[in-house]
Nanobody
Framework: QARIVESGGGLVQAGGSLRLSCTAS????????MAWVRQPPGPRRELVAS???????NYGESVKGRFTISIDNARNTMFLQMNSLKPEDTAVYYC??????????WGRGNQVTVSS
């Protein structure tokens, strides 16, 4: 059974920084892509950033230039460095791991709150 463990959320003032981490273990078939997906209040989810084990990255338009995604393949751990945070970044941030076969595994989510 895959295990996805996230950490690093919290409360920060606008302009501040936070770092999220996500560690995946026992993922059947290995890791194809790791990603952060966030959900502000409401049903909509938004891709924040994604990364492959070969360091191919992709960012959502709203976070380009402010957030940096990285991966430690030896530890199956992904990081998201979030700088210049804005109130509109407030959301629950989920780690999503996709195997090469397309199976998805999700973490429980971490709350990030940015106060104005």
């Amino acid at each position: 059974q895959a295990r996805i463990v996230e950490s690093g959320g919290g409360l920060v003032q606008a302009g501040g920084s936070l770092r999220l981490s996500c560690t995946a273990s026992e993922v059947i078939g290995g890791i194809g892509v790791m990603a952060w997906v966030r959900q502000p209040p409401g049903p909509r989810r938004e891709l924040v950033a994604s990364i492959t084990p070969s360091n191919i990255t992709n960012y959502g338009e709203s976070v380009k230039g402010r957030f940096t995604i990285s991966i430690d393949n030896a530890r199956n751990t992904m990081f998201l460095q979030m700088n210049s945070l804005k109130p509109e970044d407030t959301a629950v941030y989920y780690c999503r791991v996709t195997s090469p076969a397309g199976r998805e595994y999700w973490g429980r989510g971490n709350q990030v709150t940015v106060s104005s």
